[in-house]
């Protein structure tokens, strides 16, 4: 069997999986199963520029997809009334002011000599920088934080159209990127790991407290739909066209509605997919792409080629990155809602990690197929899990102590099949399902 005839196999079975579950539970779940899965397979295609292309081991994706998300609620949700003049300006200002004391710091640091007079002045700099912001920062977001706090407290976004949101949300990640990978970088890949992790930490807990930004656990909701592609279920519910057109297919209003949105939200997420996948295939084939793998390969070698080995671990880092915050945008605009504690490493890191291993590391089409599947699976392992359980234990009695233990089992199914499969793939086919060439 060729490899194109058993790649093409392979992504028929999953998809065949995905009608299956269609035909035998529901097609709002297949659908719902099918958009997670183009979502997760965009973040899947990130983490393979960076870990497939250039060996880069991130932790932290969960940060960038968070940012991405972060980025909806600053770009298409309207601003809060009043919250601008109240402390909106405030706020800029006293983050210009913060930025504005680290830019001295490093100024003191670079044009003083080494010496006790450098240090004291770097103290001196950053404690009166951090006195004037904080001087500025706290009354600013006391004042955006107490406007209709049930309902608001933060300053809003821009009220722009969402699908301008997910490039926002892109260059906020690659942003942000950026900045770190400025600095971490330069570590060996296991301080590196520990570094990314640690700073998507640092950037859910800001989500999460900092109630002025995007209202911290009290949660954003009613984000706007990429209209006219997606509709609302309730317009389309009153369109006589659209009841028409839902009678002769069979469908109740109600249903034909939820799977007509969703629909639409598949056909934008399968046009960004093949865009990047379309980018990422090309960036593999050309010049920079085979460098990007002879750097992997062989760091020491590149940089004695004269290759700058740091410079282009940032670039291919920052647009990983970019792709992960691309990904975190049009996961929130499918949800409706920002909730920073939903972002957990478990599943907007760790799970996308076993996505690319699965499918195969450096091989883009590989990263999008382990995503379809590992996702599939993530949903449907557990309700399958509780019917074995059920079907091993019909014999019980009522009561029994071993077919209690066994139900409640039935909840750690998931995480139990991603070991069992990541263990077999990596003991039968350690490169992937589809391996790079």
């Known amino acids: 069997m060729t490899d194109s005839v058993k790649n093409t196999l392979l992504f028929a079975i999953v998809g065949g999986l995905i009608l299956l579950t269609g035909f035998t539970q529901s097609w709002n779940t297949a659908i719902l199963i099918l958009n997670m899965g183009l979502i997760s397979a965009i973040m899947a295609i990130g983490v393979n520029l960076q870990w497939g ?3 880069l081991f991130n932790v932290g994706v969960m940060g960038f997809v968070a940012l991405g998300g972060l980025a909806v609620v600053l770009v298409s949700t309207p601003p809060t009334p009043g919250a601008w003049a109240a402390g909106g300006y405030g706020i800029v200002l006293s983050l210009l002011l913060g930025a504005a004391t680290v830019v001295a710091a490093v100024l003191v640091a670079t044009k003083l000599p080494k010496g006790s007079v450098q ?29 209709d706090p049930a309902i608001a407290g933060n300053i809003g976004g821009l009220n722009l159209p969402v699908l301008l949101a997910w490039p926002a949300g892109g260059l906020l990640a690659a942003g942000a990127a950026w900045l770190i990978g400025k600095t971490a970088l330069g570590l060996r890949s296991d301080y590196l790991a520990i570094a990314t992790l640690g700073i998507a930490e640092i950037i859910i807990a800001v989500m999460k407290n900092e109630d002025w930004l995007a209202r911290g656990v009290k949660n954003v909701y009613g984000i706007p739909r990429p209209s006219p592609v997606v509709g609302y279920e309730v317009d389309l519910q009153n369109d006589p066209a659209f009841l028409a057109r839902a009678e002769w297919l069979g469908l109740d209003p109600v249903t034909a509605s939820t799977l007509s949105v ?32 002879a750097i992997r390969d062989n760091e020491v070698a590149a940089e004695a080629m004269g290759k700058d080995v740091t410079r282009r671990h940032l670039q291919i880092f920052v647009l990983g990155s970019a792709v992960c915050g691309i990904a975190g945008a049009m996961m929130t605009t499918l949800d409706g809602q920002l909730t920073p504690s939903a972002y957990q490493p478990l599943r907007f890191t760790f799970l996308v990690w076993v996505m690319v291993i699965v499918g195969g590391s450096g091989n883009n089409f590989g990263a999008v197929l382990g995503a379809f599947l590992i996702w599939f699976l993530w949903v449907q392992v557990e309700p399958i899990g509780l019917w074995l359980m059920n079907v091993i234990t019909a014999g019980l009695p009522d009561g029994s102590a071993l077919k209690a233990h066994l139900l409640d089992s039935a909840a750690h199914m998931r995480l139990f099949t991603m070991g069992l499969i990541l263990l077999i793939v990596l003991r039968f086919s350690p490169r992937g399902l589809i391996p790079e060439k």
């Open 53 to 55: 292309f250039a060996g």
């Open 119 to 147: 240090t004291l002045t770097i103290i001196a700099v950053l404690v009166v920088g951090f006195f004037v912001y904080r001087a500025v920062f706290d009354p600013s977001i006391a004042a955006v934080e107490a406007i």
């Open 262 to 293: 969703k629909l639409g939200y598949s056909l934008l997420f399968m046009i960004v997919l093949l865009v990047l996948l379309w980018m990422a295939q090309m960036a593999l084939k050309s010049p920079w792409g085979r460098m990007m793998r």
